[in-house]
């Protein structure tokens, strides 16, 4: 391996173990229950509740992953839609951000630019 590439490792002190719910239709729902190093229940962390979608977009499916407020699945489970509406909010403002900061780098000839004469 190169010396340049960074050391990948994992941290024992912070794995979780994950089960996955679904519905079939919207998305799923994954519950990160923290263990230690022996795969024994961490009770000194909270549970976890990440959601995950997909919305369609002009361009194809937009992947959206994002945390769920609740202490239990179903909490969880009801929190979704308004966390997925937000998630895609976010994402969409994130999208229009990068499009105005290419659209600011985009060189036009004829519009200023360089200086240089040619002999």
Same mark, same amino acid.
């Given at each position: 391996?190169?010396?340049?590439?960074?050391?990948?490792?994992?941290?024992?002190?912070?794995?979780?173990?994950?089960?996955?719910?679904?519905?079939?239709?919207? /998305?799923?729902?994954?519950?990160?229950?923290?263990?230690d190093a022996n795969g024994?229940?961490?009770?000194?962390?909270?549970?976890?509740?990440?959601?995950?979608?997909?919305?369609?977009?002009?361009? /194809?499916?937009?992947?959206?992953?994002?945390?769920?407020?609740?202490?239990?699945?179903?909490?969880?489970?009801?929190?979704?839609?308004?966390?997925?509406?937000?998630?895609?909010e976010d994402?969409?403002?994130?999208?229009?951000?990068?499009?105005?900061?290419?659209?600011?780098?985009?060189?036009?000839?004829?519009?200023?630019?360089?200086?240089?004469?040619?002999?």
């Open positions: 391996m190169s010396d340049n590439a960074p050391e990948i490792s994992m941290n024992p002190d912070e794995l979780y173990l994950e089960e996955v719910y679904t519905d079939n239709k919207v /998305g799923t729902i994954r519950r990160m229950t923290p263990v024994d229940a961490d009770s000194a962390r909270p549970v976890l509740f990440i959601g995950s979608t997909q919305m369609m977009t002009p361009a /194809g499916p937009l992947p959206l992953n994002f945390e769920l407020q609740g202490s239990t699945l179903g909490q969880a489970a009801a929190n979704f839609g308004e966390a997925a509406n937000k998630s895609l994402t969409m403002k994130e999208l229009q951000e990068m499009r105005r900061e290419q659209a600011s780098q985009i060189v036009v000839p004829g519009q200023g630019g360089s200086q240089i004469q040619m002999p």
